[in-house]
């Protein structure tokens, strides 16, 4: 099973993304992003996908650079990430940053539950056909 984390300030917000990724396909675990070790609990879930609001609190690229620093750690530096976002702005900001790496997608909020599951079935489905030969 794949594991996944998922960031978010919005605790409603996280409840509902747990309840569509929990089952049978996703070991999820979910963080609030007003957690001062929140890198720390990231690395320590070990997800094989990361999905990470843009925007914690006031910091429009809080997101964005937990995932730049996540990726200077060894064994992260390709991790797939979806990345969420309300404010169109700042991740219209970061868009440059993302058009290099192939292995993060966005997502605009509000979101549909199948664009959820697409996205993080198209970033899974790259991770495994880069590692099999």
């Known amino acids: ?10 605790p409603a917000l996280l409840d509902v993304i747990g309840e569509i990724l929990r089952g049978d396909r ?4 979910l ?3 007003v957690q001062d070790d929140l890198l720390q609990r990231i690395r320590r879930s070990e997800p094989d996908l990361l999905m990470i609001d ?7 690229r809080r997101g964005w650079e937990i995932v730049r620093e996540l990726r200077r750690t060894p064994g992260c530096e390709h991790m797939p ?15 440059p940053e993302l ?6 997608l966005t997502l605009e909020l509000p979101f549909e539950i199948h664009e959820v599951l697409e996205s993080i079935q198209t970033l899974i ?9």
């Not at 489905?125 to 030969?133: F, H, M």
Request: charged letters at 30%; proline letters at 2%.
């Open 125 to 133: 489905g790259r991770r495994e056909a880069s590692t099999c030969s």
């Open 1 to 10: 099973m794949d594991r996944l984390t998922v960031v978010n300030d919005d």
């Open 99 to 104: 058009e290099v790496a192939a292995d993060v």
């Open 26 to 29: 996703y070991v999820t675990t």
């Open 81 to 95: 990430v979806v990345l969420c976002s309300a404010d169109i702005p700042a991740l219209s900001e970061v868009q």
């Open 54 to 60: 843009l925007r914690h609190g006031d910091d429009a």
């Open 31 to 33: 963080l609030e992003s």
